[in-house]
Every structure is written in structure tokens, then in C-alpha cells.
């Protein structure tokens, strides 16, 4: 995993913040999740933007802000447990660790393997809607990285 250049961040916070967090979702963060948020809560890389395949399968880019632990933000919004909730369009064993200034979501997906401690990154975006298989509406969600080293490998100024 490359090195991330901080455009800002609050600091460092207890490791125990982010362990409990994902105890409490019954999933497991990957250490290198864990040591980036550790040291810098509310994390904005300089180098924020991903280019990926939307779900129409047309090139697109966001940039990434992470939820941080503990603190409101500076910029208005809630902490990573407030970022949880999705009502019925969200899924289960999906967590949001950062969002787009869009409003799009970057998650962790553990819905193929809730045991993993290196689970694949996606795009949930908060305006897209798809129907699962009872047709039912949820937001659509697309793969942008296999695990959060390529994710962060991935990014951009």
C-alpha cells in the first residue's frame, strides 16, 4: 500500500475506537484500515480521487472523505456510526467507512464473506436505486477495489 499524503485529519485515536466499532458490526477491519484511521481520524487524503466503472458501465471518478471515530466533524457531518444507517434501501453486512462529495458512499462489503478481515471496497450510491430479488428497492452498488491496500493504491490527486 502506497503511502497517503493528509490533507487534513483531527489526529490520532485509540485503535480500541475502531475495534470496538466493528465488534459492535460483528465484522473484522483490516490492520491497515485500523493503523490509517488510528493515526488520522476524519482522514482527507491530498490524493482523494478513484476512477472506476459505474453500474451502467460508463468511466467515472469520486473522491474520498473517511468517517472518522468519536468527534463531529468539522465539515457538519456524523460519525461513522451515524453513517450506518440507510433505512430500507441500504444492505446487511455492508459498512460505509467514507463518503463522495456527491454523497456516495465507499464501503467495506462483507456480504460474500462475513469473516473476512480484507473485504472488497464498493460504491453505494445514495441516489441509484436497483430491486433485489424480492423486488425491493435498494441503492445500487458497484466493486471498486479488492481490498482497502488496492483501494488505497488506487487513489489520486
Known sequence: ??????YRSTGAISKNLIEN????????????????LSENNWLKPQN??????????????RDINFY???????LGSGTIVNAQNFDVYGYDKIIAIGFSANGDYICFDYRQNPDTDNPPIVLMYHDQYINDEY????????????????FIDMLHE
Open 1 to 6: 500500500m502506497k503511502s497517503l499524503k493528509i
Open 21 to 36: 466499532f466493528s465488534k459492535l458490526n460483528k465484522v473484522i477491519f483490516p490492520k491497515t484500515y485500523i493503523e490509517t
Open 48 to 61: 482523494e480521487s478513484f476512477d472506476f466503472v459505474d453500474f451502467s458501465k460508463k468511466p467515472d471518478t
Open 68 to 74: 472518522g471515530y468519536e468527534i463531529e466533524s468539522f
Open 135 to 150: 423486488g425491493n428497492p435498494k441503492m445500487a452498488i458497484v466493486k471498486i477495489a479488492d481490498d482497502f491496500d488496492s
